[in-house]
């Protein structure tokens, strides 16, 4: 069954994104490989170029980067990353991220936008990390968003779908892929964000900080294909509502 | 400049307690999800120094979320130590007799050169304080060190809103200034002379530096000069305060204790065991997830390695106090003693060896 993930004019087969941080670069080729990603987001600002322990030294050539805007806290520095991601030779894929909350990590969400709109004027094929939420997200579409990536809870925090609600609301009405991104702690979390209909999964704190990150890997890989599946087949009869009135209330009915 | 942080900082210190608080409140705060500022009082009383092995093993899980298995590294570089202070707690102080030496702009270029072929790109810059350390000459050294670093702090006397914006123009990335204690009749004490004995301007170093233009600013105390629970508690909320005020500020915080100097005649301060130092940083971690956490070279290899992925993320590497020393012969004589002598290259295999991932970047600027 060919079910591809359509970004831009690109297609992928695997649904699930990588990230590359927190966990040690000799390991990435083989996390990488073991979760059948076909993108991997990477830090720009991490990038060592022509130094040690250059990331983009360990990413393998087949790969999509995904390459973020992380450290940008306007607009403005988001273009000038997404710019120097270019020159370093990482495509047109951006993942914009503007934060000013060293704290929470939270996104800026009124940055982003205009932020958007910069990369997209650029050529960029922009996937935009956002917080959950309907207004910005049709208005990230209009500055020519290509995915948006609510984030189910605080990043790093493993805390799971905290924001579920609302991301349905974007899996219904929004017309681009609906990439959940951050706060996604286990497999089974990313089971049912996928069950929801939500097109693919962003995640690297639940696997780096595993005790075996080659596993958790292939365990996320798994539960986000099983997900998809069971959407694809449609949920069987799960909703919970109250028991059948004992009397009919339709019985007036002639 | 008007800032309610201040006193803020001193009215908490005011209520601080560390004795009222019992087994049970530690036990309860450990159960919290995110401390408040009693928590981390709780956390920094002698009761909680029992719990050290549970703060410990949670400290570890929360650097783990925010930084993954990354162990920051950077290394200091000492310019100048004319200093016209009289800390007493100090080698650079005005009244000790050690070999006084600036570097001069070839000096420091070579030193520069000498210490990015270990492959460190953070650089930290230091002098004492004398007019023969001049803003222009400090740029200048920024200007030089951003041709071969990508991130530069500075460990400088505090200056004004305008210096700092022009430091930050020159290169600077970070700005450390430690308060050493935060009991102001204590601070008095240890700085007698010279420009530092003004506490209050000291104080405001962070919230100016921001205001020029800093991305991260860092906090400190010297443990052992007062009370260290209170210069603790007073750091950490300083930090906090801070970065509720500038949301966009990366706070970062340094464990410091008192270490021996050249003709020193320590007649003052207490001492802070190892397992009180942890303890401080174990409740800075659990209170400040998020904040960067330093461990100096003043402390041996053994509790460095310890420290680190429990709670310290950064660390210095081939450390000399000295000034220069890592090109040419020390120019000038040490400020402290460092315990922890080794290379970058051998801090780099144990942290690859411990299973971390050495980070020499994490920062560009366009």
Known sequence: MEDPLIIGDKKFSSRFILGSGKFSLDM??????????????????RANQNGEGNILD?????????????????????????????????????????????????????????????LYDEGFIPMVYMMPDLNVAKDLEKSGAEAVMPLAAPIGSNKGLLTKNFIKILVDEINVPIIVDAGIGSPSQACEAMEMGVDAIMANTAIATANN???????????IEAGRYAYLAGLGRVLNLKSQASSPLTGFLK | ???????????????????????????????????????????????????????AYRSKIETSNQFGNSISLFTPLYISNYCENSCIYCGFNLQNKIQRGSLSFEEIEEELIAISKTGLQDILLLTGE????????????????????NLIGLEIYPVDVEDYKFLHFCGADYVCTYQ?????????????????????????????????????????????????RADAFATGLHGHYIQQKYPQSEISFSFLRLRPFIHQNLKYGTDVSERQLLQLILAQRLFTPFADITISTREDSQFRDG????????????????????????????????????????????????????????????
């Open chain 1, 28 to 45: 990435t080729s083989k996390v990488m490989e073991t979760s059948g990603a076909e993108i991997a987001t990477i830090a720009i600002r």
């Open chain 1, 58 to 118: 360990y990413i393998p050539e087949n790969l999509v980067l995904l390459p973020n805007t992380s450290g940008a806290r306007t607009a403005d520095e988001a273009l000038r990353l997404g710019r120097l991601a270019r020159e370093l030779g990482c495509g047109e894929f951006i993942k914009v991220e503007v934060i000013r909350d060293s704290k929470y990590l939270f996104p800026d969400n009124y940055e982003t936008i205009k932020a958007t709109k910069l």
């Open chain 1, 213 to 223: 990150i080659v596993q958790m890997a292939k365990a996320f890989k798994l539960a």
């Open chain 2, 1 to 55: 400049m008007e800032s309610n942080i201040l006193n803020k900082v001193q009215t908490d210190l005011r209520n601080f307690n560390p004795d009222v608080y019992t087994k049970i409140d530690v036990e309860n705060t450990l159960l919290k999800e995110s401390l408040d500022i009693d928590d981390f009082a709780t956390l920094l009383s002698p009761v909680a120094e029992d719990f050290i092995e549970e703060m």
């Open chain 2, 130 to 149: 004398s007019k023969s350390t001049s803003l222009e000459y400090i740029g200048g050294a920024v200007k030089l060190a951003s041709k071969y670093f």
């Open chain 2, 180 to 228: 050493e204690t935060y009991n102001k009749d204590q601070y008095l004490k240890c700085h007698l002379n010279g420009p530092k004995s003004n506490y209050e301007y000291r104080f405001n170093s962070q919230e100016r530096a921001i205001k020029g233009g800093v991305r991260k600013v860092a906090f400190g105390s010297l443990f052992g000069l007062g009370d260290f």
């Open chain 2, 307 to 366: 420290v680190v992925g429990i709670g310290v993320n950064r660390m210095s590497a081939g450390v000399s106090v000295g000034v220069g020393g890592y090109a040419e012969d020390l120019k000038g004589d040490e400020q402290f003693e460092i315990q922890d002598t080794r290379s970058v290259k051998e801090i780099k295999n144990f942290l690859y060896k411990k299973g971390f991932q050495p980070v020499f970047n994490n920062y560009i600027y366009l």
